[in-house]
């Protein structure tokens, strides 16, 4: 599998997990041997593997946990670093993300996600921009 696609391949794994709700998931698609951060849209940053990981168990053990979309996932490589920018529906929230994975061996494995508002549309199929890489 080309890199590109298996950097789309982890990012998908972390939206499927979250659409899921699936700690296990999410906690396998964090590196182990990287120190992570996460900053969640209107949280203070989060820093390491267990303030990270309580903030996702909070998020997906929430009652009304929403569902998430993503749109126009587009994956740029830097060596052993990749970075995923894609848009997220949240619910009714339209958001884009940047979520950053490093390469453990054979397999890539998220360090960061930041995601936040936007007012920017994804780009529709036939748009320049659209990847085919979404989860609905």
Same mark, same amino acid.
């Given at each position: ?8 391949? *982890? ?16 906690? !396998?698609?964090? #590196? ?7 900053? =969640?849209?209107?949280? *203070? ?8 990981? *309580? ?16 749109? *126009?996932? =587009?994956?740029?490589?830097? !060596?052993?670093?990749? #970075? ?6 949240? !619910? ?13 061996? #054979? ?5 960061? =996600? ?18 085919? =890489? #979404?989860?609905?």
């Amino acid at each position: 599998m080309p890199d590109a696609d298996a950097v789309l391949f *982890a990012n998908e794994a972390f939206y499927r997990a979250f659409t899921d709700r699936d700690i296990r998931g999410m906690d !396998g698609v964090w #590196s182990q041997t990287v120190a992570i951060t996460c900053l =969640h849209p209107g949280w *203070a940053p989060l820093f390491g593997r267990d303030e990270v990981m *309580a903030s996702w168990a909070a998020i997906l053990s929430a009652p009304g946990a929403p569902q998430v979309r993503i749109h *126009a996932a =587009h994956a740029s490589l830097y !060596g052993a670093l990749a #970075s995923v920018i894609c848009f997220e529906n949240l !619910g009714s929230a339209l958001l884009v993300a940047t979520n950053l994975f490093v390469r453990e061996g #054979s397999l890539w494995k998220m360090v960061h =996600h930041q995601s936040g508002p936007t007012t920017t549309e994804p780009p529709l199929e036939d748009e320049p921009g659209y990847s085919p =890489h #979404s989860l609905n």
